[in-house]
């Protein structure tokens, strides 16, 4: 079983990368340009159009509709988690005997103990829990999220608050923290090291020592590049010092296109993130092994691959399902929406794209909705739409839960900037189109807008943070199991 390497950036458009275009870049990135000319680039890599629907996408092989949390990214001091009832990633990985461990950014919920990364398949996890934390003071709306977390079945979950690392780059932690892991960690047993990045996520900062320019804001997001790229070669070297490197498959993305910001760029992409146009959905992504038994696949492909495939190309890689339910006795998810890609992205061992379509998104709030099939893209209602939903409220999908009045249809391989709307010339293919939405439509689970916020329930801290809502300073679960009775 190889080592598995998955690294997750934050907001990394399609042009914050060297060899999307290389003929139009204006960032510098030659290890990740390096890397993705020697492994697989895939040029067709999707996601949800912004954090926490990716990231759910992702642990549970299942689109963000399904489970009813596409619409926004979880917040702070809400009552949001990603339901419990679903297995996730790291849970079935470790069973097929990995060592787990997340070093980076959660934002799936920490409403209680139960949502914890370490409660979910983790055997740690250091880092952040919601989106976003400065670089430095490692806080958000006045809170400090920066943590560490264990678990084992004979000591339970250990949780800790780690103040005393305020004023360190964040990045030189998560670093030390990577290298503690590849150190202590026994070759002979099969590692799994999620590191979703807090680069190139805002607010946009770097230490001065990796500025090569201070004339614009992009000066400063290749900063924050050249910093992300030391770290990464860093934890290479880790990968290799340990002998490690030569059985490890790297697997790099970003969780969706760059927001329109000065700092940012999707280069011709149209949109950004939280759009459905190709600059909100469509990602860099690409996959390496220095080892041919592991990936054999070179070059580039245009097949489809969406978030939610990790999930099962994963699981495949580790070991399967059946060696799964062996070390378990526990049944297989059921209705994944996730496709296993491992042989053809791996060993390009399959007559066929294994993904023909994709579901991007169902929003009864904005009304809107995205659907590629057999290179195909349609668009349905105001894409621009900048209305949210009220809180703690059910929307449910239905057909009048989408604008169609408002229909996009684009050839996405010949016009990949989504230039030329096509809709109006082909009304065969928008009708086979929309009748595949409608289905989805019929079969998903209503959209639940953010739950409300929570009164503070530690303001006697030094320094104020986040904890679950079930917190008390004599109680710490010995098991998410523990939390059946709470589940609806």
């Known amino acids: 079983k ?21 003929d139009l870049a204006d960032m510098r990135t030659p290890l990740l340009d390096k890397l993705a000319s020697e492994g697989l680039i895939m040029n067709r890599h999707y996601s949800a159009w912004m954090c926490t629907p990716t990231r759910a996408s992702i642990m549970t092989g299942r689109y963000p509709i399904t489970l009813g949390i596409q619409h926004d990214v979880f917040q702070p001091n809400t009552e949001e988690c990603l339901n419990e009832k679903e297995l996730l990633l790291p849970e079935v990985i470790r069973h097929n005997g990995y060592a ?53 079945d004979e000591e339970g979950l250990n949780w800790d608050i780690l103040t005393e690392d305020k004023g360190v780059y964040s990045l030189y932690l998560y670093n030390k923290r990577v ?33 090569d320019c201070t004339d614009s804001k992009r000066c400063t997001m290749q900063a924050m590049l050249n910093a992300a790229e030391e770290m990464l070669t860093d934890v290479i070297q880790y990968f290799k010092d340990a002998g490690l490197w030569e059985n490890t498959l790297l697997v790099y993305h970003s969780d969706n296109g760059a927001p329109k910001r000065e700092y940012t760029s999707n280069g011709p992409l149209r949109g950004s993130k939280s759009h459905l146009w190709e600059g909100g959905v469509r990602t860099v992504g690409f996959l390496y092994s220095e080892n041919e038994e592991i990936l054999s696949h070179r070059g580039y492909t245009n097949c489809l691959v969406h978030v939610s495939d990790w999930y099962s190309t994963l699981v495949a890689i580790s070991g399967g399902w059946e060696a799964y339910s062996e070390n378990t006795g526990l049944e297989i998810p059921a209705e994944l929406d996730s496709i296993d890609q ?26 809107v909705a995205g659907y590629l099939k057999d290179g195909y893209k349609l668009l349905i209602g105001p894409q621009d739409s900048t209305v949210t939903c009220e809180d703690d409220t059910f929307y449910p999908l239905n057909i009048s839960s989408i604008d169609f009045s408002i229909i996009e249809l684009f050839d996405i391989y010949k016009d990949p900037n989504e230039a030329d ?55 710490l679960p010995a098991s998410a199991y523990e939390y059946d009775t709470l589940l609806p």
């Open 2 to 22: 190889p080592h598995i390497l998955y690294v997750v950036m934050d907001d990394q458009g399609y042009g914050d990368v060297g060899y999307t275009y290389p």
């Open 100 to 152: 787990t461990h997340l070093v980076g950014k959660w934002h799936l919920g920490y409403a209680r103990w139960s949502c914890f990364p370490c409660m979910r398949g983790f055997d740690t996890a250091y880092g952040y829990i919601n989106g976003e934390i400065g670089y430095i003071d490692h806080m958000i709306s006045g809170y400090y999220d920066f943590y560490e977390c264990s678990y084992s």
């Open 179 to 211: 290298r503690h892991i590849v150190e202590e960690h026994d070759p002979d047993t099969p590692l799994f090291l999620y590191l979703p990045m807090q680069s190139v996520h805002s607010d946009y900062f770097a230490p001065s020592k990796y500025y």
């Open 342 to 367: 491992s042989r053809y992205l791996l060993f390009n061992d399959t007559d066929t794209c294994p993904r023909t379509e994709i579901m991007l998104h169902i929003d009864p709030v904005k009304r």
């Open 421 to 475: 709307n096509i809709a109006d010339g082909n009304p065969d293919i928008v009708a086979d189109l929309r009748r595949d939405v409608t289905e989805y439509l019929s079969h998903q689970n209503p959209l639940q807008c953010q739950l409300p916020t929570l009164d503070d329930s530690y303001p006697d801290e030094e320094v104020p943070y986040y904890l679950p809502w079930d917190f008390t300073r004599e109680f």
